[in-house]
């Protein structure tokens, strides 16, 4: 179970990175063009949803009996580390006007 678990946290880390890596991608990109914007976005949430689901039927089809354990650390790390990023932004956000 404990393994499983780890398995989760290192899945839930992992699937908020595509959103992370599609924020910075967009935020390079011409302001005037909003659909190639959307376009890797929605992409940063495609392949977050898949590293979320796929490990997420692997252990659904081979080890049934962890699961539940293993779905709720994937997502809570995900919820957590999504919560880290935005409050690090925030954080360095105000660092930079003085406050």
């Not at 393994?3 to 989760?8: D, H, K, P, R």
């Not at 595509?18 to 063009?33: C, E, F, K």
Request: charged content about 10%.
């Amino acid at each position: 179970m404990v393994l499983s678990i780890l398995a989760g946290i290192v899945t839930g880390v992992l699937g908020f990175l595509p959103l992370v890596g599609s924020l910075h991608l967009t935020r390079r990109i011409n302001a005037g063009n909003n659909m190639v914007s959307m376009s890797t976005l929605l992409l940063g949430l495609v392949v977050s949803m898949l590293v979320l689901a796929l490990p997420l039927v692997i252990v659904a089809l081979q080890f049934r009996d962890v699961v539940i354990p293993f779905v709720f650390a994937e997502v809570i790390a995900l919820v957590v580390t999504a919560i880290t990023y935005g409050v690090m932004k925030l954080v360095r956000k105000e660092k930079r006007k003085g406050w």
